[in-house]
């Protein structure tokens, strides 16, 4: 069975530029979270959806960040414009049903921001 | 505020042997607890977990404890492998299960052979 996908794997940007990171979520799954780990923070989550609906946002870091769901097997995660500070590790993760918090995580996108 | 604490970055253990990573965490409305394991260049994947009505859980080698008094969690793993080296981290879900989500910095466990 196909896991969670994420692209691009890999993204190296200058600042001031847009950048897009897409996941598709295990099929089936309801609930969708994108992740941030960084070296000073660890794992931090940026926002959730559930049944492809927004519902917490709250560590999402600036307005300069925004996610989609547009439908139940896909989403986006831009930064716009990009900075130094946004170099991270930004995962992935789909779950089914009422969750106590076991996860599916994507490989993660690394990106790079110079 | 750090509401789940690994407060060892790294561990190192001879194959074979136990290894024993800890956690703890400062939020009493936390009721279920999970562990995760990550390698390089990949997600993180669970491993095990416990509701807050158990002091043990075990699965295999890997059995994970509870303390709810003291606040504290450990990851036993015995006998300890090479395929074993990862960052594990303590994650705790309270009331609004995995929205809430949180988890702590992550130890890196190297077993030596």
């Known amino acids: 069975d196909a896991g969670v996908i994420q692209s691009p794997r890999h993204e190296v940007t200058e600042m001031g530029q847009e950048v897009t990171l897409r996941c598709k979520p295990i099929?089936?799954?309801?609930?969708l979270f994108w992740y941030r780990q960084t070296m000073m923070r660890g794992l931090e989550l940026l926002i959730y959806?559930?049944?492809?609906?927004?519902?917490?946002d709250s560590g999402m870091p600036e307005d300069r960040f925004s996610a989609k769901m547009p439908n139940a097997s896909f989403s986006t995660l831009k930064i716009q414009p990009s900075e130094p500070r946004d170099s991270a590790v930004y995962f992935c993760?789909?779950?089914?049903?009422?969750?106590?918090?076991?996860?599916?995580f994507g490989e993660g996108s690394r990106l790079t921001v110079l | 505020d750090q509401q789940v604490k690994q407060n060892s970055p790294s561990l190192s253990v001879q194959e074979g042997r136990i290894s024993i990573l800890n956690c703890d965490y400062t939020?009493?409305?936390?009721?279920?607890f999970l562990w995760y394991k990550k390698y390089p260049a990949e997600g993180p994947t669970f491993l095990i977990s416990?509701?807050?009505?158990?002091d043990k859980n075990e699965d295999g080698r890997f059995t994970v404890f509870l303390n709810k008094s003291a606040k504290h969690l450990s990851l036993h793993i015995v006998p300890s492998q090479p395929g074993d080296s990862a960052v594990y981290f303590c994650?705790?879900?309270?009331?609004?299960?995995?929205?809430?989500?949180?988890f702590g910095q992550g130890t890196r466990l190297t077993i030596n052979p």
């Open positions: 993760a789909s779950s089914w049903g009422r969750n106590t918090g076991e996860l599916f």
């Open positions: 099929s089936g799954h309801n609930s």
């Open positions: 959806f559930n049944n492809n609906v927004p519902i917490d």
């Open positions: 939020n009493s409305m936390f009721d279920y």
């Open positions: 416990i509701s807050s009505i158990k």
């Open positions: 994650a705790a879900s309270g009331i609004e299960g995995a929205q809430k989500l949180v």
